[in-house]
């Protein structure tokens, strides 16, 4: 069986993971999930990425929204509302109060969060093992402008920068508050390293593939395995297939092109990378630095078409194998 490892963030990395187990079926999928975006509101530990691709193959994703669940209702939230609880700016469902109540209690009984995704998952049976990237509290934020700050510069959550804030206000740093002192979550470096093939879906560089990437001891894995690793270029024609990532790109000093991003996870951690056919000229850039290179379509228009994706990467590591 063909051990299958996935580095994900969520919308972008949900949507390939549902192609992905379409096109390999009997393989064995672990997922290696972003917490970096992970926030505490209303008292409650919230998961963003992890219930994304929790939700997405359990089948309870809202499909327009991409995050979120179906058929939710906001009464708790006019609730909160009401009595002048915020922040108004987040919009946690019914629904979705309920995944953030059960793992917060769990938290609060002394459960690691990778225990308690593993009971999550109980529920949605996603039909990969998913596992949090670390049990340990990992936060990312943006410095931003800010007159009334000292040096004219703050640090918010990264929710605040692209929910709140739409990512409109530039970024000039971006930083995985509390990476540095995180361990790995059990299961990490062990699948890692039995891996058969690696992937980086076509998630965000940056805040999604790069926070679980500075969790100590992660980078040096990914490289140091014998599996080999392959990208999708989440940058179409220079510009991001979904959400904001050329503003956090910019804030890291890459260019938001696809074969930017290439250069930017560098041929020490990748081996072979994938681009869209409107960016088959970059390929030879991409070949240039040492990584192995190939246009095909990276549209995630529908499952079909995803897993025509997913085929594609399984094939480029096949050949890096080779």
């Known amino acids: 069986m063909q051990r299958i490892v996935v580095l994900a963030g969520g919308i972008g990395g949900a949507r390939f ?31 963003p990425d992890l219930d994304t691709v929790m939700y997405t193959l359990g089948g309870g994703i809202h499909e327009e929204q991409g995050w979120g ?56 049976q996603p039909g990969v093992r998913l596992i949090p990237m670390s049990d340990d509290r990992v936060e990312t934020h943006v410095m931003t402008d800010d007159p009334g700050a000292p040096g004219g510069r703050k640090a918010i959550h990264f929710q605040e920068y692209w929910v709140r804030l739409r990512a409109e206000v530039p970024a000039h740093a971006i930083v995985p508050v509390g990476a540095d002192e995180a361990k790995p979550a059990p ?29 100590p001891g992660v980078r040096e894995a990914v490289a140091n395995s014998a599996a080999p690793v392959v990208g999708l ?24 092109t696809a074969a930017a991003v290439a250069r930017h996870y560098g041929s020490g951690l990748i081996d072979g ?21 190939r246009a095909v ?18 094939a480029l590591a096949a050949e890096v194998r080779a």
């Not at 609730?79 to 995944?99: H, I, K, M, N, S």
């Open 233 to 256: 270029s989440p940058i179409v024609g220079d510009a991001p297939v979904r959400g904001m990532a050329d503003k956090v790109l910019a804030a890291v000093g890459v260019e938001s």
């Open 69 to 124: 669940r179906t058929g939710e209702t906001f009464a708790v939230k006019e609730e909160l509302a009401a009595y002048g609880v915020g922040p108004g700016w987040f919009g946690l469902g019914d629904r979705d109060f309920a995944t953030h109540i059960v793992r917060t209690q769990m938290l609060a009984a002394g459960y690691p969060l990778s225990a308690v995704t593993e009971a999550l998952c109980e529920r949605w």
């Open 17 to 47: 993971l549902r192609g992905l187990k379409s096109a390999a079926p009997d393989a064995d999928i672990t997922v290696i999930g972003n917490t970096g975006d992970d926030i505490h509101l209303f008292g409650l530990k919230v998961c």
């Open 273 to 293: 990378w994938l681009v869209d056919t409107v960016d088959a000229g970059t390929v030879p850039d991409v070949e240039a630095a040492g990584i192995r290179c």
């Open 187 to 215: 299961g990490v470096l062990e699948a890692l390293a039995e891996a058969d093939v690696i992937l980086f879906p076509p998630s965000n560089p940056v805040v999604s593939v790069g926070t679980i990437l500075a969790v």
């Open 297 to 314: 379509p990276l549209m995630m228009t529908d499952v079909e078409a995803t897993a025509r994706m997913a085929a594609e990467a399984l």
